[in-house]
């Protein structure tokens, strides 16, 4: 079954970034997110490399008005499932398989977000319907001028690149014609998470929701 462009558009062009965030504890995922809301970050992505990613994910969702969070580092069936259950409205992968593309079949109304690091991976993804992708790792497979010399002969993939990008670095990924938004961890990583600072997170949120490209 094709993505549903339109749905994993909407989700990719709700703010010029999405945060990618790794949750250690629960409890200050509800925080976290409110923090993110208001500096005008609603999509937000937990990555599912901590034991207890999917409760953060259940809270948020539960908790968070305006809040769209999504689940990242999905590469089983298993985990697409319960991330679906926790609240998930979308779906992250940091590549892609025939089984994972099967069970996002399955569930066609939560996108997913595959990623892809080369010219025939983006090609295979075209060929199953997927034409919204995750650029990843961004910087390490290329960077913007690689991302950019696919824009020509793969034309229908728009990407969100994640990996390495920063505040910096973001504005010349967002110019690309090829890009909807980006992806990184800058905004509330561990550390700030840690340490409860939100008004520094909603500060960073909100310099991020103004990017734009150049």
Request: overall charge negative.
């Amino acid at each position: 079954m094709p993505q549903n462009i339109k749905k994993t558009e909407a989700i990719m062009t709700a703010a010029p970034v999405i945060p990618v965030l790794i949750v250690e504890d629960p409890a200050k995922a509800v925080p976290m997110a409110e923090a993110l809301v208001r500096g005008g970050l609603p999509v937000i992505e937990i990555t599912l490399r901590t034991e207890r990613a999917l409760e953060a994910i259940k809270l948020v969702a539960d908790n968070v008005e305006g809040a769209i969070p999504g689940a990242g580092t999905v590469m089983t069936a298993a985990q697409y499932e319960k991330a679906i259950s926790a609240g998930s409205q979308f779906i992250v992968s940091p590549g892609a398989t025939p089984r994972l593309l099967d069970i996002a079949d399955a569930f066609a109304d939560v996108p997913l977000l595959p990623g892809a690091a080369t010219a025939s991976e983006v090609m295979y993804l075209l060929e199953r319907g997927y034409e919204r992708l995750k650029f990843f790792p961004a910087e390490q497979a290329g960077g913007a001028a690689y991302l950019k010399s696919l824009s020509s002969p793969l034309a229908a993939a728009k990407f969100c690149p994640t990996g390495g990008v920063s505040l910096d670095k973001a504005p010349t990924y967002l110019g690309l014609p090829n890009v909807l938004c980006v992806g990184g961890s800058w905004i509330a990583d561990a550390k700030a998470i840690a340490n409860e600072d939100w008004a520094g997170i909603e500060e960073r949120a909100r310099a991020a929701a103004a990017l734009t490209g150049r």
